[in-house]
């Protein structure tokens, strides 16, 4: 590779660099892509570092009007207008579910392009989704029944461990919901596999069970009686806060990132009663609505993507 083909270093390089970092001495998020018979450096053809798939597929990123996705969802790699839409230069992009072409908060570069029209640009944080996630939780309060309890998978990243906390942090403190239950969900097999020499690999993740603050004490659960006192003391069976369920249903052509029917079947037997509804407000390809339908519950689902709202409606349709 020529000198003159060489990348100016992305905004992920520039931040290490500051940091002290070096070609042979970084952290395991981020490799260095040189050819196998090149010398690794940081003058490549990238611009520097590059961060690990496994990495990006876990993080949180926000769009211009405030959607969240996921790094699995996004795209990188163009170059266009001077500009490196890159993860590394915090401007991945991601096809906008409302298919907006005439939206006005996306970078500007984006709006008078006709193939990327649909498109706009996602940077990665934090806070915006603690922020996301007191919204979403003021709205289950609105909805919620009484002695309901709302199921919220959540998983720390290799490198992000603190948005997990973050966000159940907010959850406690700034809506009216309570941790009522945490389960351990012991996956098939553990994807993506952890590179890194020191961090274990981690094959569960956890579901957090949160009730209303005034709900504590009455939330349902099937638990069986098993005895009764003379006293009117009941005694209940044992449900472990421990489920093994497959990792998910395979992909769909609009989402790689599927959900466990599996898991969804075992958390409903628990919690959900035999008259209960069950709303999932990120549907994707239909995984909630196909353990409701095997179990007879009744189900409402909602989905931004058209596309995913097809499939999974098709999904459902062709169960047997």
């Known amino acids: 590779m020529k000198e003159n083909e060489y990348k100016e270093y992305n905004i992920l390089t520039k931040r290490l660099l500051a940091e002290g970092y070096t070609a042979d001495r970084h952290p395991d998020y981020v490799r260095v892509d040189v050819s196998a018979w090149e010398k690794k450096t940081l003058d ?14 876990e993080q949180t ?36 579910p409302y298919e907006k072409k005439e939206c006005t908060l ?47 998978n959540l998983s720390y990243g290799n ?36 590179c890194s020499p ?12 949160f009730c209303k603050k005034t709900d504590v004490d009455i939330f349902y659960c099937n638990k069986p009686v098993v005895s009764k006192r003379k ?25 790689k990132a599927t959900y466990s029917s599996d898991l969804c079947k075992q958390l409903l037997n628990i919690y959900c009663p035999k008259d209960g509804v069950v709303y999932d407000p ?12 095997e179990l007879g519950i009744t189900y409402i689902g909602s989905e931004l993507s058209e596309n995913q709202c097809k499939w999974a409606e098709n999904r459902i349709n062709n169960m047997t």
């Open 44 to 57: 490549n053809f990238y611009g520097g570092f590059t961060y690990e798939r496994w990495w990006i597929y």
């Open 61 to 96: 990123f926000k769009t211009p009007c405030g959607l969240q996705c996921k790094g699995l969802q996004c795209h990188s790699n163009m170059s266009y207008m001077g500009i490196e839409w890159t993860f590394e230069n915090d401007m991945a992009t991601i096809h906008c």
């Open 106 to 152: 996306k970078h500007e570069y984006l709006q008078d392009h006709g193939v990327l029209r649909y498109d706009c640009e996602v940077h990665m944080t934090d806070e915006e989704y603690c922020d996301f996630t007191e919204k979403l939780f003021l709205e289950f309060d609105r909805v919620l029944n009484l002695g309901g309890v709302v199921l919220y």
């Open 159 to 194: 490198n992000n461990r603190d948005g997990m906390y973050k966000a159940v942090n907010t959850i406690i403190t700034k809506t009216p919901f309570t941790i009522a239950d945490v389960i351990c969900w012991k996956k098939k097999t553990a994807l993506p596999n952890n």
């Open 198 to 209: 020191n961090k274990l690999t981690r094959i569960w993740e956890t579901v957090f069970v």
């Open 231 to 255: 006293t009117g003391q009941k005694s209940y069976g044992n449900i472990f806060n421990y489920i093994e369920a497959k990792n998910n249903d395979g992909s769909c052509p609009y989402n």
């Open 282 to 293: 990120f549907m994707g390809s239909g995984t909630t609505a196909v353990a409701c339908k």
